[in-house]
C-alpha cells in the first residue's frame, strides 16, 4: 500500500476538495524525527483559501480527518502529523518483501526500452588506473539500476583505440621496446615506452615527426603499422578482462573509436548536404551561436576529423543499431561541454532523438588532493588497488574471524566491494581523496559495514534454524510488530522502491549507497536492543523482519555492483 497516497485521500475529503490529491501530495513531508510522526501535512498552504491561521486550519483538519488505520493523526502548530498504525504497517511491507524476494523494489518504468551507456573506455596500451574507476562502476550501477525498471541496458565499452598516441607508441616500441617485454608483462611495458617518449621528445622534437608518419600509415592500413596496433590492442583488452572479471562487470559491445573510422565521411556528407559546415579559418564549422555555444570544430585545415565528428558517427550508429530511448554517456564533467555541442550538432542535423542523450558527468578521484596523470607516470594502478584492499580485507577477516571457511572468497568479495562502495556512496559530480585505509574499514559508513550487516542478518536466521520465511509458511497476522525499536528498520524496507526509483531518474548510485547504510544502522540498533530469537509471539514477524533485511540489503549491494557473502 502507497501511505503517502493514503494520508492525501483523508486530506482531501477533510478539505472538501480545495485542494486536488496532486497537490496535496507535493506538500506532503516526512518529518525528521519520529516522535512527529510518518508524514506530515502543512496547513499555512490553504491559509489563503480559507482565510484563517494555519494553526487553527491544522486543528479543524484533525477534527475532520477519518483516522481508521491511523495509530493518530494529530495538530503540532501548523502541521497535521499522521502516525501510521505499526502492527499494519509491519504485515503489509514484511509479506511484500517476503513474497517478492530480490526482486522487491522491481518495476516498469523502461518498458523494455533499449538504453545504450558509454562507459569506461580506457585507452588502449595503457593500464587501467583509479581514474577509470568512476566511469566503469557508475556505469555498471546505472545499467542494473535500469534493468531493475524494465529498461534494457546495452553497456559499451567505448574503448581507445585510435589516435596519434598510436603513432607515439608504435615509434617507442620500434626505438626501446622488444617482442620478449611486452609478451610477458603487456600493459606495463607499453606504458614505460609512452612515458619515455614523453620525457625523450622535450629534446628530439624530431621524434612527434616520427610519430606523425607512423600514425599516418596506420590511417593508411601500413600492414606493420596495423599488426602492432592489433596487436596493443588484444594484450590490453586481455589485461583490461581480468580488472573487469574482479568487478564483475560484463560489457554487450567493445567497438572503441577505430570502429567509427570508416562512419566518419557521413557525417561530414550530411552536414555539407544540410547546409551546416560553414569554413572558419580554412577549418569547417557548425555554428552553435543560438545554443550558446562555441562552434564545433568538424575538419581541421588539414582535413583531419576530431572527436566530435567520431562522436556524432557513434550517436547516429547507436540509434539506428538500438532504436534507444534513451542514451547515456558516463563521462567525467570536464567534457561537459563537449556533449553540449554534441547534442546541439544533432539537433540542427534534424535528429530530435538527441534531447534522449544524456551526459552523466562525476567528478575526479584524487591522490594526496592532486589529480591522476598517465603521461607523468603519475598513476595509481586501479588493480593494484584492488590487491591492496583484499589484503587489507583478509586482515581483518583473520582478527575478527580466523576460522572462517572460503576466506579468500570472502576478502575478495569484501575487499573489492569496498572500493567499488566507496566510489559510489559519493554524489558522482563530487570530486573525492582516496584513502585505502579508510575505505576497508568494517565501522562507519563504508561498504564492509554494509556487507557485514547483511552477513549478520544472515547468521540470526541461521541460529534460528534456517527458516526459509515466506507468504506459504507464513499467515499475515503472524508478521505484527509492535515493538516501536523496529519502526525505523520498517519505514526504511517500505521506503527502498522509491529509492530505486529516485536512482534512476537522477541518474545517482550514491542514493541507494546511503539508503544501505542508513538501512544496516537502523537494523543495528534494532538488533541492539532486541531479543530477536526469544520465543513469544512475535518471534516469527521479527525473523521475517531480519530475513526482509538481509533480501533489501543484498539487493541494494548488488545493484551498486557489489557482493553479499553470508558470512563474514
Known amino acids: ?98 513474497s517478492e524476494g530480490s526482486a522487491y523494489g522491481n518495476q516498469d518504468l523502461g ?34 539500476l535500469l534493468e531493475k525498471v524494465n529498461y534494457k541496458p546495452i553497456k559499451i565499452d567505448h574503448l581507445g583505440d585510435w589516435g596519434t598516441q598510436f603513432g607515439k607508441l608504435i615509434v617507442a616500441y620500434k626505438l626501446w621496446g622488444s617482442e620478449k617485454e611486452v609478451k610477458a608483462d603487456p600493459i606495463n611495458n607499453l606504458l614505460k615506452y609512452y612515458v619515455r617518449f614523453h620525457e625523450e621528445d622535450v629534446n628530439n622534437p624530431e621524434l612527434d615527426e616520427e ?27 586481455k589485461k583490461f578482462t581480468e ?87 558516463v563521462v567525467g564533467q570536464e567534457q561537459t561541454n563537449h556533449f553540449k555541442q554534441l547534442k546541439a550538432v544533432l539537433k540542427e542535423m534534424g535528429y530530435d532523438w538527441s534531447d534522449d542523450i544524456h551526459h552523466i558527468p562525476f567528478g575526479l578521484i584524487t591522490s594526496g588532493g592532486k589529480k591522476l596523470s598517465t603521461r607523468s607516470g603519475r598513476v595509481i594502478l586501479l588493480e593494484e588497488v584492488l590487491d591492496d584492499a583484499v589484503k587489507l580485507a583478509n586482515k581483518q577477516i583473520e582478527e575478527k574471524n580466523p576460522n572462517l571457511a572460503d576466506k579468500e572468497e570472502v576478502a575478495e568479495a569484501v575487499g573489492v566491494g569496498a572500493v567499488v562502495f566507496h566510489d559510489l556512496k559519493n554524489e558522482r559530480i563530487n570530486s ?13 559508513e563504508t561498504g564492509p559495514y554494509v556487507q557485514y550487516s547483511h552477513a549478520r542478518a544472515m547468521s540470526i536466521l541461521r541460529k534460528a534454524g534456517d527458516l526459509e520465511l515466506n507468504s506459504d509458511n507464513l499467515e499475515i497476522s503472524d508478521l505484527e510488530i509492535s515493538d516501536p525499536e523496529a519502526w525505523q528498520t520498517l519505514r526504511l524496507l517500505a521506503a527502498f522502491p522509491e529509492i530505486v526509483k529516485k536512482a534512476v531518474s537522477e541518474y545517482e548510485p550514491s542514493v541507494v549507497a546511503k539508503y544501505a547504510i542508513h538501512l544496516a544502522k537502523a537494523f543495528n540498533k534494532y538488533y541492539a536492543h532486541s531479543r530477536i530469537l526469544n520465543d513469544d509471539a512475535e518471534k516469527n514477524a521479527r525473523l521475517a523482519l531480519v530475513q526482509s533485511v538481509a533480501t533489501t540489503l543484498k539487493e541494494s549491494l548488488r545493484l551498486l555492483g557489489v557482493k553479499a557473502p553470508n558470512e563474514m
Open 1 to 98: 500500500m502507497d501511505y503517502k497516497v493514503k494520508v492525501a485521500q483523508v486530506i482531501e475529503q477533510a478539505v472538501d476538495g480545495k485542494l486536488s490529491q496532486e497537490d496535496i501530495l507535493a506538500k506532503i513531508e516526512k518529518p525528521k524525527t519520529l516522535n512527529l510522526g510518518d508524514y506530515a501535512f502543512p496547513a499555512f498552504v490553504l491559509s489563503k483559501v480559507l482565510r484563517k491561521a494555519p494553526q487553527m486550519i491544522a486543528s479543524e483538519l484533525v477534527e475532520k480527518i477519518d483516522q481508521t488505520g491511523f495509530e493518530k493523526v494529530e495538530a503540532v502548530g501548523p502541521y497535521v502529523n499522521f502516525f501510521l498504525d505499526k502492527k499494519e504497517f509491519s504485515k503489509d511491507i514484511l509479506s511484500e518483501v517476503l
Open 111 to 144: 518498458h523494455g526500452g533499449n538504453v545504450p551507456i558509454d562507459m569506461s573506455s580506457p585507452n588502449i596500451a595503457k593500464p587501467m588506473s583509479m581514474g577509470h574507476l568512476r566511469s566503469t562502476v557508475i556505469g555498471n550501477s546505472l545499467a542494473l
Open 211 to 237: 610519430a606523425r608518419e607512423w600514425f599516418k600509415k596506420l590511417e593508411d592500413g601500413d600492414e606493420e603499422a596495423l599488426k602492432l596496433w592489433k596487436w596493443f590492442r588484444e594484450e590490453s583488452l
Open 243 to 329: 580488472v573487469y572479471d574482479r568487478l564483475n562487470i560484463t560489457f554487450d559491445s567493445y567497438n572503441g573509436e577505430a570502429f567509427y573510422n570508416d562512419k566518419m565521411d557521413e557525417i561530414t556528407d550530411l552536414l555539407q548536404e544540410k547546409g551546416l559546415l560553414k569554413e572558419s579559418q580554412g577549418a569547417e564549422i557548425v555554428d552553435l551561436e543560438k545554443y550558446d555555444l562555441n562552434p564545433a570544430l568538424i575538419r581541421k585545415t588539414d582535413g583531419a576529423t576530431l572527436y566530435i565528428t567520431r562522436d556524432l558517427a557513434a550517436a547516429l550508429y547507436r540509434y539506428r543499431t538500438y532504436d534507444f530511448v534513451q542514451s547515456l554517456y
Open 432 to 444: 573525492f581523496d582516496f584513502n585505502l585505509d579508510e575505505v576497508v574499514r568494517f565501522e562507519g
